[in-house]
């Protein structure tokens, strides 16, 4: 779908295919919250990627198309309640912000070990989830 959306110029073009997009998510999500982050999200939402400019995001929250959308939300919030569709489903990510000499040791520890950042902290992670079970299983 990216590739496509980069073809398209028109921003009524793009509007439509974000309707069409939510239409399509709207059937398959498992929380408002996931509809949302999906089509808002300021970095990876669909609605950014079509609409990079502040100018032309603005004209899509006025258009026929987002009103739609809108209401897409409001019912999913009916249908999952507001408090429990706030909380997306888990995607397995997360963000840890860690000092900057923290993150340079676990860099030069992965590199050492052949291995990338993020496979080191999984693996210390695990190891370190590991012993707990089993101190707590003893």
Known sequence: ???KARSVRRPADRAN???RYARRLVKRVESWADFANALFDQERGFVSRM???RKD???FLNSPEYREIDRMLVQ???RFGVAD???PKKSGKFVVRVPKTVHF???REAASEGV???QLVVAKLAISLGANTTRRGA
């Open 51 to 53: 609409f990079p400019n």
């Open 76 to 78: 999913l919030m009916d």
């Open 1 to 3: 779908m990216q590739a």
């Open 17 to 19: 295919l974000v309707l």
């Open 85 to 87: 569709g706030a909380t």
């Open 116 to 118: 990338s950042l993020n």
């Open 57 to 59: 995001r603005q004209r």
């Open 105 to 107: 040791a676990l860099e």
